[in-house]
């Protein structure tokens, strides 16, 4: 597992994304946003990430395109997302990122596995003509919250390049003992995040990273 940290969740200016990289002792980034706020995976300076990676030991473990972010009852949305992919992966065989990571769509009450399902299998059946990891997060703003919630629908993907991408912390905010989503992830999570916080009053109070 590479233990990385979304960088535009500090600063979306990649000078200072690497420096804080560094000083903090990570090995990887994932990129979301990377300069103005309108430039967003895959729009975004490609030239300059590789010319600021070049000649550091630092990886590039994910981008994370606005991606399955939607209901997954809005299918015509997440068809043009699918359509739209190819970019992405393109962006990914040029600056040498292994995996993206994309969402489960968003809560929605009701909302049947089956076609996150389908349309993961389809991302990932585009990603593995590239020989790429689609990273599948979870969070209280996903409809997979947890852990199991996760493990769940990447048991009915038949696609072995669909991982997790297990964040903690997102867990422990719906809920979840972490250690529980973890045991029902096992075998599959490519991809942690990290948080810095404690607990207080059985709640996660979020401290400065590092």
């Given amino acids: 597992m590479v233990p990385v940290w979304l960088t535009d969740t500090v600063t979306s200016d990649l000078n200072r994304a690497l420096h804080y990289t560094q000083l903090w002792g990570l090995h990887g980034m994932e990129l979301r946003t990377v300069g103005g706020p309108d430039d967003r995976i895959p729009f975004v300076n490609e030239k300059q990430i590789r010319e ?53 769509f968003a809560a929605e009450p009701g909302a049947s596995l089956e076609p996150m399902a389908e349309a993961l299998q389809q991302a990932g059946e585009k990603a593995a003509e590239y020989d790429f990891l689609v990273a599948v997060r979870n969070g209280p703003e996903t409809a997979c919250p947890t852990g199991q919630a996760l493990a769940d629908l990447l048991s009915r993907v038949d696609a072995p390049n669909v991982r997790a991408a297990w964040n903690p912390v997102g867990a422990l905010r719906a809920g979840e003992d972490p250690a529980t989503g973890l045991t029902a992830l096992a075998g599959l999570v490519t991809l942690v995040r990290c948080s810095d916080g404690r607990v207080e009053g059985g709640r996660w109070v979020d401290t400065p990273l590092g």
């Fill in 52 to 104: 600021q990676l070049e000649g550091t030991d630092l990886l590039l473990s994910s981008v994370v395109p606005s991606m399955f972010e939607g209901p997954v009852s809005d299918r015509a949305a997440w068809m043009n997302d699918l359509l739209q992919f190819e970019d992405t992966l393109e962006l990914c065989r040029r600056v040498g990122c292994p995996r993206v990571t994309i969402s489960p």
